[in-house]
């Protein structure tokens, strides 16, 4: 099991552990969460909406000293961590906003008098977060949790725990009753039992699949609802009248983005046979001109993946398909020169038909290429993995950008421009990419009683 610790990406060094969280403790935050919540329920939407904008206040105020908790927690770089920070106030103030509209009273006509659906809280939900986005994967969940009256219960990644406690405590500064949002410092061997627990009841995981469906499975026992964030590997299509130079500053951004660490980059590079040398030719320019180092330092590109054993995956995968013969025009090996996680960013090619990589995500600066001859064949393959997060496709013909539209296996498809989360637009996956959304209208309805109203 994973230490809970701040060790910095960067260095190798550790800076920080914390002891997890007794059964005893565990057992008076259940209780704090209960009680927080027979409270919070009742609060009107101008209190919560208030709160909501203390805290992203806090977060504006505060935002170099948050980012910086993230970098040396995680190794993203410093503006980009800023950038989340800011992000993070967006959504308080999305939700602040738009939850009473959300969650007003919806009449139906029926043979009643009245008869309309009214949405309720739940209660306590536990949110089992990820170290990528250490801020705003939890912020897209808590602002519309809070806002809807339920209470958060966070178990963050073991690497993050000052992110995790960092969160807690803006929303107590904010005004949130003690208990209405706790960090429980626990490792993963935990969650089945703080889902056991008859106060909690739902749970919400964003991950890796296997945490997914070991979290799916124990609520599934208890018969909670869950929503599950998982893997991808976002093809992003370019096909031949695609605006060539806009698509490959755009591929490295959407492949880069977090040290290459996000679910929604794109992960697989489908480009048509025509345009296929020239994209390639300037990717590999554009991966060459990129700056790895210190991710405090403000003209660094791509700092140090998260932790020793994410470098170890990448370098397996990369390895592994280097063996069946894939071509790696630029990268493809740790960066040795210097302590810390380092690995450049690397574009691999020509991957036979069959090898492993087709199937799996790369969670790192490593970029694959495939050519395509046509648009049946970008579709058919851009579906042909077990994931179905994102899509990015690149075209000036009207008829094709409706093609892949409507065929693309992915929770959401972006027509000439980056997958990218927006509080406005809803987020999600579907095959094993996992259900149920976050964000906008269709987030704040995950976890609420829909309750049918009739009055004879
Ligand atoms: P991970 O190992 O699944 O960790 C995510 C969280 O789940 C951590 O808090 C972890 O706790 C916990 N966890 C691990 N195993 C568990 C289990 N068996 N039961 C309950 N909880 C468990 O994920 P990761 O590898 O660090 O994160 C990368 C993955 O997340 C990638 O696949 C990425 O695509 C995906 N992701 C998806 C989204 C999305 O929105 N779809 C967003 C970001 C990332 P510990 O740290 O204590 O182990």
Known sequence: MMPIATINPATGETLKTFTPLTDGELEAKLAKAKTAFEAHRRTSFAQRAQWMNA????????????????????????????????????????????????????????????????????????????????????????????????????KHASNVPQCALAIEEIFLKAGLP??????????????????????????TLTGSEPAGASLAANCGKQIKKTVLELGGSDPFIVLESADLEAAVATATTARMINNGQSCIAAKRFIVSEAIADEFERRLVAKFQALKVGDPMQPDTDIGPLATPGILQDIDNQVQACIKTGARVPVGGKPLSDRPGNFYPPTLLTDIPPGASAYNEEFFGPVAMLFRVKDIDAAIQLANSTPFGLGASAWTQVKAEANRLIEEIEAGAVFINGMVKSDPRLPFGGIKRSGYGRELSSQGIHEFVNIKTVWVK
């Open 55 to 154: 805290a992203a206040d806090i977060l504006e105020a505060r935002k170099g000293e948050f980012a910086a908790i993230m970098t040396v927690e995680m190794g993203k770089t410093l503006k980009s961590a800023v950038a989340e920070v800011e992000k993070c106030a967006l959504v308080c103030r999305y939700y602040a906003e738009k939850a009473p509209e959300f969650l007003a009273d919806v009449p139906v006509q029926t043979d009643a008098s009245t008869s309309f659906v009214r949405y309720q809280p739940i209660g306590p939900v536990l949110a089992v977060m990820p170290w990528n986005f250490p801020f705003w994967q939890v912020f897209r969940f808590a602002a519309p949790a809070l806002m809807a009256g339920n209470v958060g219960l966070l």
């Open 178 to 203: 003690e208990g209405a949002f706790q960090t429980l410092l626990v490792g993963a061997d935990k969650v089945a039992q703080i889902i056991a627990d008859d106060r909690v009841m739902a749970a």
